[in-house]
């Protein structure tokens, strides 16, 4: 099943080129249906917070000239980061170095506090494609990673939910311009997603809706004004973002 967040807050379920109104990310349904084609996707989750994990495939550690870590690297992204398919995002003024990082993103379908390692997929609700854009200059001279990490717009995230999903070996693909950047697998990963959320969760709840961005592969890179963005995830499909002048 692929859920939708649209218009002006509303969800639904994508079946073929039709979106099957529903009350909630879970249903029921309306009864009313709309065409894909016809409304604006929105970031198909509500998040509380937004989990991440740094260096998460070995070789994206080994390009940022850092260590393999013993145990996650976590930091957090606020939800005022979310941003939507096919969103413009102002290049910040703040910064001389705008990164992409395309990324597996995990919903959380129900709340989890310490939930054992084979018992966490259970509560996913599903999975889509993230961006986690980071302006890497600063994140190395601020003390902590919030305006690196966290503006307005470094969340792009969709375009839905896809729930019938194993995320152990997915294809990741990242675009910009229509060149290929980044090319890996999920199954490349350190830490897996069962892991992360038993981890997250001897120590902090998730709610439902809470979103995990799982870690980035090698090939990171700069983006520009100009530049078309996008994350291309197997059984889910494409994210794509512009990036657009300074506000
Ligand atoms: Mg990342």
């Not at 969103?87 to 703040?94: G, R």
């Not at 060149?179 to 120590?203: A, C, D, G, H």
């Amino acid at each position: 099943m692929r859920i939708v967040r649209f218009g002006r807050g509303s969800w639904g379920v994508v079946e073929g080129e039709v979106i099957r109104v529903t009350r909630g990310p879970a249903g029921p349904f309306t009864g009313k249906k709309v065409l894909l084609s016809e409304v604006k996707l929105l970031p198909p989750a509500r998040p509380t917070k937004i989990v991440c994990v740094g260096r998460n495939y070995r070789k994206h550690a080994e390009e940022m000239g850092e260590e393999v870590p013993p145990e996650p690297g976590l930091f957090l992204k606020a939800p005022n980061a979310l941003a939507a398919p096919g969103a413009d995002i102002p290049y910040p003024s703040f910064t001389k170095s705008f990164h992409y990082e395309g990324e597996l993103a995990v919903v959380i379908g129900r709340r989890m506090r310490r939930v054992p390692e084979e018992k966490a997929l259970s509560y996913v609700l599903g999975y889509t494609c993230a961006l986690d854009l980071t302006a890497r200059d600063v994140q190395k001279t601020d003390l902590q990673w919030i305006r690196a990490k966290s503006a307005d717009g470094f969340c792009p995230l969709g375009p839905w939910i896809e729930t019938e999903l194993d995320p152990s070996d997915l294809a990741l693909r990242t675009f910009v311009n229509g060149e290929i950047r980044q090319n890996s697998r999920t199954s490349m990963m350190i830490f897996s997603v069962p892991f992360l959320l038993s981890y997250i969760t001897r120590f902090m709840t998730l709610e439902p809706g809470d979103v995990l961005l799982t870690g980035t592969p090698e090939g990171v890179g700069e983006l520009r004004v100009g530049d078309e963005v996008a994350v291309e995830i197997e059984g889910i499909g494409r994210l794509s973002v512009h990036i657009v002048p300074s506000e």
